[in-house]
C-alpha cells in the first residue's frame, strides 16, 4: 500500500512538473466585438491570470485610465510551439503609483492600475506573449514574494520585430524567472504596448483571482531594502 501510495505521489509531481499552461487573453476575457475598458479594480480571467483595471472615477466620460480589451488576432512562437490569440489587453501607458514628476520608474513603488497578474504553481519557463508598434514601448515584470519584489525590464527594440501572422510569428518574450512558493508576477509597460497572454512550461495557480499590487508590495520593505541596497553600494566603492 505504501509503495503504491509512493508511486502515486511521484507520478502527481511528475504531471505538475511537466504541466503546460497557455493562457491568451481570449481564453481569459473572451474576444470582445469592439474595445472595452478594463476600469474595474481586478478582474479575475483564468488559469492564474488576472487584470488590474482602474477604479477611479473621472468627470469626463472615456478619460479612464485602465487597461483596454480588444480584438485582434496575432501568432506567437514560444518555446518552440506556435501560440493563436484572438484578443489583446492595451497597456497604453504607465500605471500610476510607479512614476515620479520626471517620468522616471522608481524601482520601489508597485502600480497601482494596467497591469496584468500571473500566478505560477511549479516550476517553469515563461513567456510574455506581448508586441507593440511603438518602437520606444517598454514592457517591466516583477516576481513579488512576500512583499518584495525585484523589478526587471525589457526593451522591445531589442527583439525586432515581424508580422505577427502565423506564417510569420512574433517571437514572444522569454523572462528570466525561477520559481518560489508564493511568487505572483506582474507586468505594466510604459509605452502603448500589447499584452496577448502567457505561455508557461509549468502549471499555474488556478485558484488565484487576482489582488490589488498594493496589497502585494510591503512599501516599508521595499524602502527599506533600497536602503540596506545603496549602503551596500556605497560600502563596496
Not at 509512493?6 to 470582445?32: E, H, R, S, W, Y
Not at 512562437?77 to 489583446?88: Q, S, Y
Not at 510569428?169 to 523572462?175: R, W
Request: aromatic content about 10%.
Amino acid at each position: 500500500m505504501k509503495k503504491q501510495m509512493m508511486i502515486f505521489a511521484v507520478l502527481c509531481v511528475a504531471a505538475v512538473a511537466n504541466a503546460q499552461t497557455t493562457i491568451t487573453v481570449d481564453k481569459a476575457l473572451g474576444t470582445p466585438s469592439e474595445t472595452k475598458k478594463l476600469n474595474d479594480a481586478v478582474y479575475k480571467g483564468a488559469n492564474g491570470l488576472a487584470f488590474i483595471g482602474d477604479a477611479r472615477q473621472t468627470k469626463e466620460e472615456g478619460k479612464e485610465q485602465g487597461l483596454t480589451h480588444e480584438e485582434v488576432t496575432k501568432y506567437f512562437k514560444a518555446d518552440g510551439k506556435t501560440i493563436k490569440a484572438t484578443a489583446a489587453v492595451n497597456f497604453q501607458k504607465a500605471p500610476v503609483g510607479i512614476k515620479n514628476k520626471q517620468n522616471n520608474i522608481i524601482p520601489t513603488k508597485a502600480p497601482h492600475n494596467r497591469a496584468v497578474e500571473f500566478k505560477p504553481a511549479s516550476n517553469g519557463k515563461l513567456f510574455a506573449l506581448v508586441w507593440s508598434k511603438n518602437p520606444s514601448a517598454r514592457l517591466f515584470y516583477a516576481v513579488v514574494n512576500n512583499g518584495i519584489y525585484d523589478l526587471k525590464e525589457f526593451k522591445m527594440w531589442e527583439k525586432g520585430s515581424t508580422a505577427g501572422t502565423e506564417s510569420n510569428p512574433y517571437e514572444a518574450v522569454e523572462l528570466d524567472y525561477n520559481y518560489k512558493e508564493g511568487d505572483v508576477v506582474f507586468f505594466f509597460a510604459t509605452g502603448p504596448l500589447y499584452m496577448s497572454g502567457v505561455y508557461y512550461t509549468g502549471a499555474a495557480d488556478t485558484a488565484f483571482e487576482g489582488a490589488s499590487t498594493k496589497d502585494l508590495v510591503n512599501s516599508k520593505k521595499m524602502a527599506k531594502l533600497a536602503k540596506q541596497k545603496k549602503a551596500a553600494a556605497e560600502t563596496s566603492e
